[in-house]
């Protein structure tokens, strides 16, 4: 078709971070149709815009991913469920039935003909044997085999891909997968259990300042090691990689490791204080050194996620922390108001 952004744009999981985020990208650069779906009911999406088509739908269901691919022209796959360590480790059946979604996607995807399929995978494939130490081991495409991924999360995440491959050599379905490594930016989660690190480190320093009880709780030493990949970032490389000619499964992540202190460190010179640090062994706390490996990426697109995790972390506290005073006013609803008037 002449014009791409006047074909129907199909966004899975909208209602939650780098999705709405990716439907605001996507009005940004002009795209005209657009079809957003998610599970939560509409008033718990982060961001909803009323020029979208907003559809609220469980996509474990084959029927509703067959309402959700129907038209499309092309489709971003990032409906999961997911959440950072507390979650994954708690939840591993639930992580494993997103294999759902992604079967009926991929199923349906191919049933309406669509030019090109998105589907978001995670550094959570690759071995754990190779991220036992705390000097960050830079993870390469190739390591995710021989496999040994995050129980539950990334298994699923492994085998989805393997069916995007599949789908594609023996479809010859277009698909694109990208191993996103940690993301964090504003209109994310930043409380209730399901929030990462940066969000989580955020709102914790800022409880601190705001109480005047200054300590915060770190799960496990602090000197786990872990890459963090601004919104923006991501956003972006998800358009590069959709539309470029790599077939395989790509790393999409920041190469600048940091220990969880270094992240601390970075919230408090944010916010202007220095907490007690108290360190909880016990809690859930992943790898002990994982990174991104970007040589493939810079190779293939001469790009790599390059916004430092200080100017990043700045715009995400101060939007953690507007959200923190909104909930402390009993406005919880400014997330979705702001968004849509947008
Ligand atoms: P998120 O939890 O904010 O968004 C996922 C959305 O999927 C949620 O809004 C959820 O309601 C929706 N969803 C879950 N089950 C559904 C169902 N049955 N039908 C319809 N919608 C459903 O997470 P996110 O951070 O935006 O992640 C998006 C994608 O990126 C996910 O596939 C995730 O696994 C992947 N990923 C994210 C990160 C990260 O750091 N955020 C890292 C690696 C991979």
């Known amino acids: ?16 971070f780098i999705g709405g985020n990716l439907v605001s990208a996507l009005r940004a650069r002009g795209y005209k149709r657009l079809r957003a779906l998610d599970i939560k009911p509409r008033e718990q999406w982060y961001q909803w815009f009323d020029d979208v088509e907003n559809l609220c739908l469980d996509l474990n269901l084959r029927e509703n991913c067959e309402l959700a ?3 499309a022209y092309e489709i971003y796959n990032l409906a999961a469920n997911m959440g950072g360590m507390g979650f994954i480790e708690h939840n591993k059946a639930l992580c494993m039935l997103s294999v759902l ?11 309406s ?10 550094a959570c494939v690759y071995n754990g044997e190779k991220q036992k130490t705390f000097a960050a081991s830079s993870l390469k495409e190739e390591d995710a085999y021989p496999a040994l991924a995050e129980d539950g999360y990334g298994w699923e995440k492994l085998f989805s891909e393997r069916m995007c491959r599949h789908f594609s050599e023996d479809f010859n379905l277009c698909t694109r997968v990208a191993r996103f490594h940690n993301v964090y ?40 090691t872990r890459s963090f990949m601004f919104i923006d970032d991501c956003i972006k490389g998800i358009d590069l990689i959709m539309h470029s000619g790599i077939t395989e499964p790509i790393n999409l992540g920041s190469s600048e490791a940091v220990t969880i202190n270094n992240l ?33 990426i810079k190779k293939y697109l001469n790009w790599e996620p390059n916004t430092s995790l200080r100017t990043g972390l700045e715009v995400t506290y101060r939007w953690i922390y507007d959200q923190y005073m909104a909930r402390q006013r009993g406005e919880a609803g400014i997330a979705r108001k702001s968004a849509a008037q947008r």
Not at 101 to 111: F, G, S
Not at 274 to 288: E, F, H, I, S
Request: proline share 3%; aromatic share 8%.
């Open 185 to 224: 930016g504003p209109w994310g989660t930043w409380f209730g259990g399901r929030e990462k690190a940066p969000a989580a480190i955020c709102r914790k320093v800022i409880e601190a300042k705001v109480s005047g009880k200054h300590e915060i709780e770190i799960w496990g030493s602090g000197n786990q």
């Open 113 to 122: 003909g669509v030019e090109r399929f998105f589907y978001s995978s995670s």
């Open 101 to 111: 979604i992604n079967t009926h996607m991929l199923q349906e995807a191919l049933n």
């Open 1 to 16: 078709m002449a014009d791409a952004k006047e074909n129907l744009v199909v966004v899975t999981g909208a209602g939650g």
């Open 69 to 71: 691919a129907r038209g």
């Open 264 to 296: 601390v460190d970075i919230a408090e010179e944010i916010a202007g204080i220095t907490l007690k640090r108290n360190y909880d062994l016990d809690a859930p706390k992943g790898v002990n050194g994982r990174n991104s490996d970007n040589t493939l």
